[in-house]
C-alpha cells in the first residue's frame, strides 16, 4: 500500500502544505524567531515522540500568520481594531504598534 500522492506546493506559495522555510521567508519579525524557536523545540519533541502532527500543526498555524500579515497595513489596522474591541477603547494614533498588539493579545 503507498501513501496517496499529494499536489505539490509550486515553491514560494503559502498554499496549504507550504514548506517550513516558505513560511519562515514569508514571516516578519518577530514571528520569524518566534517560529523558529518554535519550531525547533517540535521538532525536538517529535525527534522523541516519532509524531510529525505538532510540527506540521506548529508551521499550518504560523502559515496562516504569514498569510495575515502578507498585507502589513490591513494587519495593522486589523489589531487596532482588536485592540480596541477588547480594550473597549479607541487606540491612540501615536501608540507604538507592539504595545497595540500586546492589547490585542498578538
Given at each position: 500500500?503507498?501513501?496517496?500522492?499529494?499536489?505539490?506546493?509550486?515553491?514560494?506559495?503559502?498554499?496549504?502544505?507550504?514548506?517550513?522555510?516558505?513560511?519562515?521567508?514569508?514571516?516578519p519579525e518577530p514571528e520569524r524567531s518566534r517560529f523558529l524557536a518554535e519550531y525547533e523545540a517540535a521538532l525536538d519533541h517529535a525527534r522523541g515522540t516519532l509524531d510529525l502532527a505538532p510540527v506540521l500543526d506548529?508551521?499550518?498555524?504560523?502559515?496562516?500568520?504569514?498569510?495575515?500579515?502578507?498585507?502589513?497595513?490591513?494587519?495593522?489596522?486589523?489589531?487596532?481594531?482588536?485592540?480596541?474591541?477588547?480594550?473597549?477603547?479607541?487606540?491612540?494614533?501615536?501608540?507604538?504598534?507592539?504595545?497595540?498588539?500586546?492589547?490585542?493579545?498578538?
Amino acid at each position: 500500500m503507498t501513501a496517496a500522492a499529494r499536489d505539490p506546493v509550486p515553491e514560494g506559495s503559502l498554499a496549504r502544505g507550504a514548506s517550513p522555510a516558505t513560511v519562515h521567508g514569508h514571516l516578519p519579525e518577530p514571528e520569524r524567531s518566534r517560529f523558529l524557536a518554535e519550531y525547533e523545540a517540535a521538532l525536538d519533541h517529535a525527534r522523541g515522540t516519532l509524531d510529525l502532527a505538532p510540527v506540521l500543526d506548529l508551521v499550518e498555524r504560523y502559515r496562516a500568520i504569514a498569510i495575515a500579515q502578507s498585507d502589513p497595513e490591513a494587519f495593522r489596522r486589523g489589531v487596532r481594531r482588536w485592540a480596541e474591541i477588547v480594550t473597549g477603547e479607541p487606540v491612540p494614533d501615536d501608540e507604538p504598534f507592539e504595545v497595540t498588539r500586546t492589547k490585542a493579545g498578538i
